[in-house]
């Protein structure tokens, strides 16, 4: 953890009570508790970012801390109990946050994590999200609005969204795709066909895939952001949210 990170654990310790009975400590593992990151999930409701964690035998409870993504982060205490989740209600829309656990047994604190980032959004997931994987990927046989993001924090925590597709091309036939997004802020998306190089995607053009055998075939291909578009300076950390429309134009023979 940085020199310049500053957590308020001494109010943390502060709090922490020793006061398990000889029963409790009878029943405890032995094990102590072991550091490990939350799970963060942003755009899921608006201004709102869940916080998951796993159960962890050696844990008395938990703490969250969470510190506005800045310069100098300066972390509170968002949460202290036995709960392995909790909702970040005050996420300001367009702000970032990062989030690190420490775990309470007996009278001592362990950790905090390494720290994950959390977006507050106005925006939320289109409705085919979960589409981040190939065994995920959404069927393309109709138009669809979706949308992709990509942030970085200072400290360079990343949050990147991409979507797998598929379409399915009969024998000898070349399936056309076109996506159209606001592109006034330079190229910012990529377009990826198994088997193939990632190529940009300028808005309104035609993308091919092609089935050059016998039988009828499922081709995946992905949409990634173009992650030098989405912030101005690396340095200072950023992102941004980009939505976009893809459709199969046509079928045709080649």
Excluded at 32 to 41: A, G, K, N
Excluded at 142 to 153: F, P, Q, V
Excluded at 177 to 194: C, K, R
Excluded at 233 to 239: L, Q, S, T
Aim: aromatic fraction near 12%; include cysteine; charged fraction near 20%.
């Amino acid at each position: 953890m940085k020199v310049h990170v500053i957590i308020f654990i001494a109010l943390s310790l502060f709090m922490i009570s020793c006061s398990e009975g000889p029963l409790g400590n009878m029943l405890r593992v032995s094990t102590d508790p072991s550091i490990s990151v939350p799970s963060v999930i942003s755009f899921e409701i608006e201004e709102q970012i869940k916080i998951s964690w796993n159960e962890d035998p050696g844990a008395d409870e938990y703490i969250l801390y969470k510190a506005p993504d800045q310069a100098v982060l300066v972390y509170e205490m968002l949460y202290r109990g036995t709960s392995l989740s909790v909702v970040d209600s005050n996420a300001v829309g367009g702000n970032r946050y990062l989030y690190t656990l420490g775990k309470i047994r007996g009278a001592k604190l362990f950790g905090p994590s390494d720290t994950v980032l959390g977006i507050g959004s106005m925006v939320i997931n289109d409705d085919l999200e979960g589409n981040n994987t190939k065994g995920q990927a959404s069927k393309l046989d109709l138009r669809y609005d979706a949308n992709i993001y990509y942030y970085k924090s200072y400290s360079g925590s990343e949050l990147k969204d991409v979507d797998w597709y598929y379409v399915i091309v009969p024998p000898r036939k070349q399936a056309n795709i076109i996506v159209t997004y606001d592109q006034t802020g330079g190229i910012g998306l990529y377009f990826y066909l198994e088997g193939h190089v990632v190529i940009s995607i300028t808005s309104g053009d035609s993308l091919s895939v092609t089935n050059n055998t016998d039988k009828e075939r499922s081709c995946y291909f992905q949409i990634s952001p173009n992650t030098s578009t989405f912030i101005s300076d690396p340095a200072a950390g950023g992102g941004n949210l980009i939505d976009y429309n893809i459709f199969l134009h046509s079928i045709i023979t080649p």
